[in-house]
């Protein structure tokens, strides 16, 4: 009897490495995608990428633009992904009422279920985005300086307590204890203290930062990070936070994400506190224009969407410019006597309107964009049914196509010496052209939405830390500053630097 059950066991084994065999052999034979170029090893198997994204070291974008150079501008990077790096190609596939779904396993964070973030298909989502898109706009956001120049005057007096005591500052997580603290102020009209905390350091970010590492496992491996997250997160209380520090700030968080909705629904319409809320439009939908009506709990999920979506960019933009001047201290003495024209004291803060009359400044913000990239990952497509044709060549429906910023935002063809932080190059007669190949917001559809907050936050922060300060670095590498892809760069180190306060 057990020798028949080893037999079967054997030839069970035998039948399922003959079917991995066969799969392998199709995906390099007859497989439509056989006939894209690219590493053999990924063509087979996504292991490929795995070796470069889990390893905490180069993600594999940094290395798209090599595999592009031998391979041309379709390369399989997985067995059923081709990387893309062809601008027209870019702008089919990004533009406003595109039909290619985002591909769900990159944004399969369980934190963002029911917001408008996960929903694959741009018109699916339209309705539910447009609940939204008035609260970013120009305009909204021009009748938000209050706000910011509150969240600033608190920053700036930490950094000049910091400057007085000759004490070192993280200032990549001071940044972003200034951009979460705003954005969480206009969309929960709260704080959540951010910039109370003494040496910014609040644990929130903290945490958040100590998991970025694991973001791309969730790429490769959704099932089970996602029954990882639900079994942590159906935990008690005391051991998610005992064990999983991270889940449970992220947790914290969404209970506030969830009374805040809660306490929103229940108020008067007309009441102040759902007037201002970005929330408004969602709570009052006008069902006869077709208004979307969401549920409580997507609310809750677009909640934690915006903190998560609008601190760690915009603070990677001031983070990536910042060192970029530390080390071209002429950039800074420049863009100070730029603002100095508008801004002639050290006391008092300058309008956005005024500042954003400044070229130079606008030149360090647009490079500071570029450099950052916005997002790292590979942004993934699916190929709609009909098929579609990139670069020449017939990609098949429900193929996985991605772009990354990485490549774009660093081509030598429109962005010369593309690895040299450069705002020059926004001033010269190009710029038109530069303008037309700033994808860092991405485009289209599915575009950012809080780019008008971004700017305002970016214009304001810039001036007035360049106006009041000078910096000294505190012994931050080039290794501190280089980065791994987890959705968005994540740096392997600190931004440490003492500031010295000017008159
Ligand atoms: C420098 C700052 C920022 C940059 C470079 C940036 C970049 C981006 C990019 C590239 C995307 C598209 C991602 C994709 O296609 O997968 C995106 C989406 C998004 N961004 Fe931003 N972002 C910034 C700041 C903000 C801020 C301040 C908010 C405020 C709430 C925000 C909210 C969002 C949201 C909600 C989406 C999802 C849009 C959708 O799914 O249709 N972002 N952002």
């Known amino acids: 009897m057990a020798l028949v059950s080893l037999l079967l066991i054997e030839q069970i084994l035998l039948l399922a490495g003959l079917l991995i065999v066969v799969k392998y052999l199709y995906r390099v034979t007859l497989d439509p995608l056989a006939r894209f170029p690219g590493p053999k090893l990924a063509a087979l198997t996504s292991l490929y990428a795995m070796s470069y994204d889990l390893s905490g070291h180069d993600p594999l974008v940094k290395h798209l633009k090599t595999l592009h150079d031998k391979y041309g501008p379709i390369v399989r990077v997985r067995s ?155 935990l008690p209380d005391g051991i998610i936070d005992k064990f999983f520090p991270a889940a449970m700030s992220i947790k914290a968080v969404e209970d506030q994400c969830a009374s805040l909705i809660n306490s929103l629904s229940k108020a008067p319409p007309d009441s102040e506190e759902v007037q201002s809320s970005i929330f408004r439009q969602a709570l009052n939908p006008n069902k006869e224009k077709g208004q979307y009506v969401a549920l409580q709990k997507e609310l809750t999920a677009d909640a934690i969407l915006m903190l998560l979506a609008g601190t760690d960019t915009t603070a990677h933009a001031l983070t990536f410019g910042v060192w970029a001047m530390i080390k071209q201290p002429r950039m800074w003495t420049k863009l100070r006597e730029e603002i100095s024209t508008v801004l002639n004291d050290t006391q008092t803060l300058s309008s956005l309107k005024s500042l954003e009359t400044l070229p130079y400044l606008r030149a360090v913000v647009k490079e500071s964009l570029r450099v950052s990239l916005g997002t790292s990952a590979r942004l993934a497509r ?80 810039f001036a007035h830390l360049v106006r009041r300060f000078d910096l000294v670095n505190d012994g931050t590498t080039d290794e501190d500053m280089d980065w791994i892809d987890t959705f968005v760069p994540s740096f392997k180190g600190r931004l440490r630097v003492k500031l010295l306060a000017v008159e």
Request: aromatic share 14%.
């Open 382 to 461: 699916v190929v709609p049914s009909a098929g579609v044709t990139l670069c020449g060549r017939r990609i098949p429906a429900n193929t996985h196509i991605s772009f990354s910023h990485y490549v774009y935002n660093y081509d030598p063809s429109i962005f010369e010496d593309p690895h040299t932080f450069n705002p020059d190059r926004w001033l010269g007669p190009d710029v038109a052209t530069l303008d037309s190949h700033m994808i860092s917001f991405s485009r289209g559809s599915r575009s950012c939405i809080g780019v008008n907050l971004a700017y305002a936050e970016l214009y304001t922060t």
């Open 80 to 234: 059923n992904e081709l990387h893309i790096f062809d601008w027209k190609a870019y702008y089919t596939v990004f533009k406003q009422g595109s039909d290619f779904d985002r591909l769900t396993e990159f944004y399969n964070s369980p934190q963002f279920d029911g917001s408008f973030l996960n929903i694959p298909n741009a018109r699916v989502a339209k309705p539910h985005r447009d609940l939204f898109v008035q609260a970013f706009s120009k305009a909204a956001i021009n009748n938000l300086e209050p706000l910011i120049h509150e969240k600033q005057v608190i920053f700036l007096a930490k950094l000049n307590e910091a400057a007085t005591k000759d004490r070192s500052v993280g200032l990549d997580l001071a940044f972003n204890c200034l951009t979460g603290e705003t954005v969480i102020h206009y969309c929960y009209q709260m704080s959540l203290g951010l910039l109370d905390e003494p040496n910014f350091r609040p644990r929130l970010v903290v945490d958040i930062h100590g998991f970025a590492p694991f973001v791309a496992f969730f790429w490769y491996f959704p099932v089970i990070g996602g029954m990882l997250n639900n079994l942590i997160f159906s």
